[in-house]
């Protein structure tokens, strides 16, 4: 018996819109707990909730960025639960018609492509936060975060193994930063991730009870937290063992995921529709509306990448979800050699921003000068050796200057250092004149005798190359006007 893994996820991505999905309350990270409520935050009876436009705008473009059909007729529900940091008794959620349904994200995994469906994207409200104060028995509530919007997207059960749950998420938190609608943080919870894990046999299409680990809040986690779990349901069934559907955490710090709830304690929601909101309807200029306001998929914008800068998928793919990169890339390309510039951005300037913990708007040489320098190497006056070594960190200290203008300075300082090293070498041979006769005698190790002088004289500062060609040079010429 061949046991297969049947992965799921519902992905949790909050929304950062300025006020909360149905009430003007703001929408802010980190404040003191319960500064940032109303009585609609609260649940106060009497209150009525109005949906934030632009949460709606938001969802949609999240829908159109993994190719979801478009809900012209959605309408919100009611989810109750009884939790204590839910103070109506119920979320405000979609159920049966979420605004989109039917989308995927293709990932790009070593066979090839493996296309993760979407069953729907939902809006709903986020809930509460029950904190446990330390030292205490006693808990807390804070209410800032309920009705912080948020979209949940639920794969089908397309995953198969821990890398492709940790690839999709990696995918989501570039999309959902790529269009700006989120900071997909999941260190702060604005991602947030469950994954239900079930095993199948191969050839079969039964699923068996699934698991599900809940609260996953680091997309490494994730990984762990499902290779873990495809373990222990392994051992269990080939031991004869048996599953029940149920809801496990995953401990970090031990590295094990352990069971919270049974099915017995399975909520049941008593969905009912939300009466304080009608259904909503869209038309078609409003969706057209927030497509014509959003970036180019990132899949578009790659090709056209492909296709201007004959670039490598590799290299399209880190400038797509980088945009300060991406502008100074196009501004510092050189036609028709666009692979150099991605080789410096990729290099040297990266390796500047990593070693003063910088960004590329801050990266202390403007596009344009770096396209001239790029462009003197392309030319074939400079090699890269002389481009990296010498002119590229002059640059980042005389930020006015060309790379043109440096390099016509520094070819005066090479001249010069060339007349003095002829003087230098003149002098040395003519201090022996007994060893320039044992050189024309075939004694070409005295070479090294006058490398020994130019270097003393010129305190170990002499190129050696270019020394011992000068010192062979004069030899020669010395020995010839005999
Ligand atoms: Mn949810």
């Given at each position: 018996m061949k046991l297969k893994a049947v992965i799921g996820l519902e992905i949790h991505v909050q929304l950062?819109?300025?006020?909360?999905i149905f009430s003007s309350d703001p929408n802010i990270?980190?404040?003191?707990?319960?500064?940032?409520?109303s009585p609609i935050s609260v649940g106060y009876p009497g209150t009525l909730p109005k949906l934030n436009i632009q949460a709606l705008r938001k969802a949609i473009v999240m829908g159109i960025a993994c190719h979801c059909d478009i809900n012209m007729n959605s309408e919100f529900s009611r989810k109750h639960y009884f939790y204590p940091d839910l103070p109506k008794g119920y979320q405000i959620t979609q159920h049966e018609e979420s605004i989109c349904k039917n989308g995927y994200i293709d990932l790009n995994i070593n066979s090839g492509i493996k296309r993760i469906r979407f069953e729907k994207i939902h809006l709903e409200e986020d809930a509460g936060k029950s904190m446990h104060l330390e030292n205490s028995d006693q808990s807390a509530i804070d209410l800032?975060?309920?009705?912080v919007p948020l979209i949940e997207m639920v794969t089908r059960p397309?995953?198969?193994t821990a890398e492709e749950a940790y690839q999709l998420l990696i995918n989501v938190r570039r999309l959902v930063r790529y269009f700006g609608i989120s900071d997909g943080d999941m260190e702060k919870g604005s991602l947030r991730c469950d994954a239900n894990v079930s095993l199948r046999e191969e050839n079969s299409e039964d699923l068996r009870d699934k698991v599900e680990i809940k609260n996953l809040n680091s997309i490494r986690f994730v990984r762990n937290a499902i290779e873990l779990e495809i373990k222990r349901q392994h051992k269990i069934y080939t031991e004869g063992g048996k599953i029940e559907s149920h809801t496990r955490a995953y401990d970090d710090m031990k590295n094990i995921t352990f069971p919270t709830r049974s099915k017995e304690m399975a909520?049941?929601?008593?969905y009912l529709p939300e009466p304080d909101l009608p259904q909503f309807i869209l038309s078609q200029e409003f969706i057209e509306g927030v497509k014509n306001e959003m970036l180019p998929l990132p899949e578009i914008l790659q090709k056209e990448l492909q296709q201007n800068y004959e670039l490598t998928k590799d290299d399209t793919e880190l400038l797509i979800f980088d945009f300060d990169l991406l502008n100074y890339f196009r501004k510092a390309a050189v036609e028709n050699n666009s692979e150099l510039t991605m080789n410096w951005i990729k290099g040297p300037v990266k390796q500047h921003l990593n070693q003063y913990d910088i960004d590329i708007v801050d990266f202390p040489i403007d596009p344009l000068k770096l396209k001239g320098l790029l462009l003197l190497i392309n030319n074939g006056d400079i090699n890269h050796n002389i481009a990296s070594k010498k002119i590229f960190p002059l640059m980042l200290k005389e930020r006015e200057k060309t790379a043109k203008q440096i390099w016509d300075e520094l070819n005066v300082e090479i001249k010069s250092d060339v007349s003095s090293l002829k003087q230098m070498v003149e002098q040395a041979v003519s201090m022996f004149p007994d060893k320039v006769e044992a050189y024309s005698n075939?004694?070409?190790?005295?070479v090294e005798l006058f490398m020994g002088q130019v270097m003393k004289a010129s305190k170990g500062t002499a190129d050696p190359a270019l020394s011992r060609k000068m010192i062979i040079e004069t030899l020669n010429n010395k020995n010839s006007k005999k």
């Open positions: 950062n819109t300025q006020s909360k990270f980190g404040e003191d707990p319960n500064t940032q409520i800032n975060r309920a009705g397309d995953l198969s909520h049941d929601y008593r075939g004694k070409k190790g005295v």
